[in-house]
């Protein structure tokens, strides 16, 4: 790959992400694939692009997951224009793997109506399967693997009763029906491993089909849903999904010799300490701090249902700061959460308080994260931490702009979908220092002693892409 400056052109692909964990979980598989990305927590100006001109792809952090249609209205056209702007040939808006939204909250419908006339395309493929995480798109269908089984999404025992945005829908088309005017289509996994995948598209297109559903069931499939988007990608091509685009399109430009195949992931070193903090409810966090407290982690629980006050939600943070920074004078990493999966009773005292409140839950939800976002930054500051997590899709957006963190770049996988990242920034302390932005639903039980301890794989040498 020869080096370029980042300008209009120079990108092979350009995303914007409803939560920002998702936005990292892009990065990961582009970098790692041999596709230099960065991503910024707000749209880049010329000098921040040229601070990044070896990318070779980019992105845009964002919190359109938990947003309602009208915050879209107001801010999505002027991220698409950005995204526009960037000039590559494919512009993706990522979606979390297992797809929950609603027509009031995270519409993934209306962010296409909106995107379709800024971005183009003839058509705009939907692709939300991606095996490496355990999700599987077949006949239309979303699929999630859930310890050693695999459910139905609309069975999921957690997004089936997602406190915000619960899935009772399994089938994709039918889901967006819901939320968008955009007309939906299939390519199914028989059609899509045949060779037939290009006839069945001119197919959809001709029907009047706009958003066309494409099955991810293994390597063979993903490849070719890779092949599928990238030689029918046209002059500009608008793409829905989750990180799966990415490993299908990753997938293509190995099997077409344009990326490495053989590449080992890199090494992440240890750290002394750590700093965590979480507003996960989902099972797998809860079962990761459940291991992390038992293996020395000092587990801080913090009372959200506070942050309905400011004053108080003031004292409460520094409560927990103080116990934090207890904890790492004595050598210990501290991990500060709000809740112990879905059945802790502080969810159910968190509502009520709100509900009493008057104050809506979008505002307190933000409150949230903004407070563990400037309890990390107090604990790793105080603390002389460089190596800070935070857990929760939501609470990573609002926990990174109270960080001020102005982009990301990736260093080295820890669990799919949860790399760690490197900070750049304008504040001098935290320049170079290294976050993770882990959703709820990602990793082993032992994520956070792996983010401690760092990794065994050895350092692959630099990466090229052809393309």
């Known amino acids: ?6 300008r ?15 936005s990292s979980a892009v990065m990961e598989v582009l970098s790692f694939a041999g596709v230099p990305t960065v991503m910024f927590l707000a749209p880049p100006t010329d000098d921040d692009l040229a601070a990044f001109g070896h990318c070779r792809a980019v992105g845009i952090a964002g919190s359109a997951r938990s947003q309602s249609p009208e915050w879209m209205d107001a801010h999505l056209p002027g991220i698409f224009g950005s ?21 009031a909250i995270g519409s993934i419908g209306h962010a ?31 699929f999630v693997k859930a310890d050693s089984a695999v459910e139905r999404l609309d069975r999921h025992s957690t997004m089936s009763r997602h406190p915000v945005t619960p899935m009772d829908e399994a089938d994709l088309r039918r889901h967006l029906a819901r939320q968008t005017r955009q007309r939906s289509g299939l390519i199914d996994i028989t059609n899509l491993t045949s060779g037939r995948g290009d006839a069945t598209l001119a ?12 099955d991810i069931l293994d390597d063979r499939s993903l490849a070719e849903a890779g092949r599928l988007i990238w030689q029918n990608r046209g002059a500009g091509l608008f793409a829905i999904g989750s990180q799966g685009i990415e490993y299908a399109l990753g997938a293509h430009w190995r099997e077409a010799g344009l990326l490495p195949d053989d590449v080992a ?40 249902a ?11 943070l520094d409560r927990v700061a103080s116990r934090g920074l ?20 502080a969810i159910a005292r968190t509502r009520a308080v709100m509900s009493a409140s008057g104050l809506g839950a979008g505002a307190v939800n933000a409150r949230i994260g903004a407070g563990l976002g400037r309890l990390l930054d107090r604990l790793m500051r105080e603390g002389k931490v460089t190596r800070g997590v935070v857990a929760g899709g939501d609470t990573s957006s609002h926990a990174a702009e109270a960080l001020g963190i102005r982009a990301l770049t990736a260093i080295a996988p820890l669990a799919p979908g949860a790399p760690l990242c490197r900070i750049h920034t304008e504040n001098p302390w935290l320049q170079e220092r290294e976050i993770v932005l882990k959703g709820g639903q990602m990793g082993d039980a032992d994520f956070f002693q792996t983010a401690l301890r760092g990794t065994d794989v050895a350092r692959p040498e630099t990466r090229r892409i052809c393309v």
């Open 83 to 103: 995204l526009k702007a960037f000039g590559a040939p494919i512009a993706h808006y990522k979606v979390c793997s297992t797809f929950d939204s609603s027509p």
């Open 1 to 6: 790959m020869r080096e370029r400056n980042a």
């Open 265 to 304: 992931p890199a090494t992440v070193a240890p750290a002394d300490r750590i700093a965590v903090v979480s507003a996960s409810c989902a099972p797998v966090t809860a079962a990761q701090i459940a291991l992390a407290e038992q293996e020395g982690f000092v587990c801080i629980p913090v009372d959200a």
């Open 306 to 316: 506070l942050a309905v006050d400011e004053a108080a939600w003031t004292d409460e």
């Open 8 to 22: 209009s052109g120079d990108f092979l692909l350009s995303f914007y992400g409803d939560d920002y964990t998702g």
């Open 112 to 142: 296409i109506d909106i995107g379709v006339p800024i971005l183009g395309g003839a058509w705009h493929p939907l692709l939300v399967g991606a095996p490496a995480l355990g999700r599987y798109q077949v006949f239309g269908n979303l």
């Open 326 to 345: 207890a904890a790492l004078r004595d050598g210990r990493s501290p991990l500060a959460f709000t809740a112990r999966g879905p059945d802790d009773p």
């Open 203 to 214: 197919r959809c297109l001709a029907d009047g089909d706009e958003i066309i559903s494409l």
